[in-house]
């Protein structure tokens, strides 16, 4: 893999900016990275807000060929990827909550935000990441960031650098039947999801079950009344395990 990657000290947003490259056919590879964002976009309509020079804000444009309902499972290979780079950078190993936010305990450490873009160059998928490196922003007691977890200060570029190289390895795994088993495995593994009881609220209904695997398309298999039903980030509203909805 060829990764050339732009650095913007400051960018609105580097999955905005890497949508309308890959738009204009720009190659697989493709990476943008930024000091600051300053309309940084989370998952749900939400802002990604962090102090400048304080996290990993980054995306890469990715093309496999997978089918659009496949497309995610790139982006959990990109989280797959990230929770490798920061074990070996810094020994946190944080845990994944489905679909991707990466989590230590129950605060959250990084967000994925993958868009699926349609160019002439066919089917692309921008996997946006933000990692907490010294700063958990400002959502308070619900985030932590390397520093706070591990004391080790990495320095961005570092870890996008590395990051990289576990994404080129795990690219490689998409390409096939066997690679694509073995990374559901992976993020069967890490996901603190499975096993508990989760309710999923879709445009028009809700549903309770409790969450017992990945597919092999990503997709997340919850049990519910008895019937196994698949659920992928696209239909999902919101993911909350039945204590957090009974918080409420
Ligand atoms: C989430 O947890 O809701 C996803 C957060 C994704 C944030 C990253 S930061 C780099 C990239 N650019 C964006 O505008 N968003 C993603």
């Excluded at 997709?219 to 919101?238: C, E, K, P, R, Y």
Aim: proline share 3%; net charge negative; aromatic share 4%.
């Amino acid at each position: 893999m060829i990764w050339r990657v732009e650095h913007f000290e400051e960018i609105d947003s580097t999955n905005s900016w890497l949508a309308g490259e890959a738009k204009d056919g720009a190659p697989e590879g493709t990476v943008a990275y930024a000091d600051f964002q300053s309309a940084g976009r989370g998952r749900l309509d939400r802002k990604w807000v962090s102090p400048p020079g304080s996290a990993l804000l980054c995306s890469i444009l990715l093309r496999p060929s997978l089918g659009a309902s496949e497309l995610y499972l790139a982006v959990a290979a990109v989280a797959l990827s990230a929770r490798a780079a920061l074990v070996r950078l810094s020994g946190v190993r944080p845990s994944l909550k489905w679909p991707n936010d990466l989590l230590v305990g129950e605060q959250k450490l990084a967000g994925l935000l993958g868009e699926i873009v349609q160019s002439t160059a066919g089917l692309a998928v921008v996997v946006g990441i933000g990692i907490n490196l010294s700063d958990a922003g400002p959502d308070g007691v619900r985030a932590t960031s390397v520093l706070d977890e591990s004391g080790v200060t990495i320095a961005p570029r570092a870890l996008l650098d590395i990051l990289l190289e576990e994404v080129e390895f795990r690219r490689a795994l998409l390409e096939t039947a066997e690679g694509r088993e073995s990374l559901r495995q992976e993020y069967e593994r890490a996901l603190v999801t499975l096993g508990q009881s989760v309710r999923i609220e879709l445009v028009n209904a809700v549903r309770s079950g409790i969450a017992r695997g990945v597919d092999a398309s990503g997709q997340l298999m919850v049990d519910v009344d008895g019937t196994t039903m698949s659920f992928n980030a696209g239909d999902v509203i919101h993911l909350r395990s039945s204590e957090e909805a009974s918080r409420d």
